[in-house]
């Protein structure tokens, strides 16, 4: 079973819509969980970032994390065209030295 | 703002070739990171480099590959015989003492021909 499980997509939403974008876990012993947006040939660029169970905001970003169900989301309300790239979940067992481990990522375009 | 800047931003190389994949990290960041995203694929951990020596490496960090912080700014990532498959984006990042989320470069693209 891969660590960090993600749905490739792509994904294809109009402008305006409510994104969910969704990874599964393996490993209990993660405690930080990142979202990372990646546009093409650039390198990732952290969202958000969450420790523990529980929900964080900012903006139109919205992340959540059930480390009983080893499941975190990302909410993108009132899409935009330029929402659209590549969204990688990441997470760490630990601060400080402990390797990211990152999922597949998630293509999603959002149409004007 | 502080960014991790990675040099050459592209390099084309034959097959049997030493490269060498420069990067800056953030300049009070302590934790220093190698991934490699094949295209098309998803980000895969090589090294952590920590306290001038290696911490962690991955089974694709094998013998063809060493790592180096020689002057205290830079660090680099050596490929010493590339081959076709070593053809991806690699992607420097760093992580000071009291983050726990990294900050990547913008990547080297490499390639092997």
């Given at each position: 079973q891969k660590e960090v499980e993600q749905d490739p997509g792509p994904l294809s939403v109009p402008e305006g819509a409510i994104v969910s974008l969704n990874c599964t876990y393996s490993n209990s012993a993660f405690q930080y969980f990142m979202w990372y947006r990646q546009y093409s040939r650039k390198g990732p660029e952290l969202l958000m970032y969450t420790y523990s169970s529980g929900n964080k905001e900012d903006g139109r970003f919205t992340a959540q994390v059930d480390k009983s169900s080893k499941y975190i989301s990302l909410f993108i309300r009132d899409?935009?065209?330029?929402?659209s790239a590549t969204y990688l979940c990441a997470m760490q067992a630990?601060?400080?030295g402990f390797k990211t481990i990152f999922g597949a990522g998630t293509r999603l375009f959002v149409k004007a | 703002e502080p960014e991790v800047t990675q040099t050459p931003s592209h390099q084309v190389t034959q097959m049997g070739q030493e490269v060498i994949l420069r990067c800056v990290p953030i300049s009070n960041h302590l934790y220093f990171y190698w991934y490699r995203q094949i295209l098309g694929q998803k980000v895969e951990f090589l090294v952590s480099f920590y306290n001038n020596e290696i911490s962690e490496k991955s089974e694709i960090f094998d013998d063809q590959f060493s790592v180096e912080r020689p002057d205290g700014s830079n660090f680099t990532l050596k490929i010493r015989s590339t081959k076709l498959e070593d053809s991806a984006m690699y992607f420097c990042a760093s992580i000071g003492r009291k983050n726990t989320e990294a900050f990547f470069g913008q990547g080297t693209r490499l390639t092997v021909v």
């Open positions: 899409s935009q065209p330029s929402d630990g601060t400080g | -």
